[in-house]
């Protein structure tokens, strides 16, 4: 594992090469990695490039519309989890000023007989841009994929059965989120783009974060930037995981700082995929990573449960 880079990096291909010992250093360096840094840039990752582009050309779009027009794409009874949140509504958790974003958020679509479509708004088409809704279906497959490739490894590297993340997974309450932070146009009193947080879900795929602006806090107490190459996404350890593994993989802070005066201008994109389990997934710690010297740290809870208390906290969610 090299380390010029602020967060360590892994190698997917050597996950699905088929070769046995490479796949074995994988699942090392990347559990590893969840131990000391909980995020990590990973190279091919299998999410074809073109196909990012595509996304953010038609985000891009999309935020570009006048805010009348991405208002009616605001439904506040889904709390933000499907369709546009507008400018000012989201904060982190124990801050009361909000974020300087607006975004919007695309998730599950059931394609089987499964009967948790019943627990899945449908998701909101954007009429202006016909390419949008197409374009984030196929990204959301295709970090539905690769995540569950990162979920076996991580799976492996727990001692659990490979595959023990899989059926958890299929048709869970993942979300694609697209996020615009506008140009700043005067001295913000308090808010930075994205104050400092932990995210929800499992783990956190990230296209684009390679824009300057995302930080970690390191074990110093340090904001370090996040630096990717850009044929790499970055992958970070979410609240939930960390719960299921007792705190053994680090759900690291992070924040996203607003740039230099002289780049006020400049609007950010950025396009994580939260990847979530069912609802019914049980986050009960792990046995394996209670021990002696690692005592239990939390309560029983099913991942819907967890996901509503946070939805509360962030302001979604009344
Ligand atoms: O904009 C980014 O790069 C990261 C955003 C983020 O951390 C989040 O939405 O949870
Ligand atoms: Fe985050």
Redesign the pocket.
Known sequence: MATQQSIPFVDLADFTSGNASLKAAFVQQLGKAYEEVGFVAVKNHGIPDALIADLYKYVQQFFALPSATKYAYEIPELAGQRGYTSFGKEHAKGYDAPDL?E?FQFGQTVEDKDAIAEEYPPNVQVKEVPAFTPTFFEAYRGFEKSGKYLLQAIALYLGLDEHYFDEKIHNGNSIL?A?H?PPITQEPKSAI??EQ?E?INLI?L?V??S?D??QILDKQNNWVP?TSLPEQIVVNVGDMLQRLTNNRLKSTT???VNPPREKWHTS?Y?I?F?LHPKSNMKLDCLESCVTATHPLQYEPITAGAYLDERLREIGLKK
């Open positions: 974003k975004f989120r996020i932070y783009r994205a947080h995210d956190t990230l684009g974060a824009a602006g995302l996040v992070h924040r996203v950010r950025s994580p939260f």
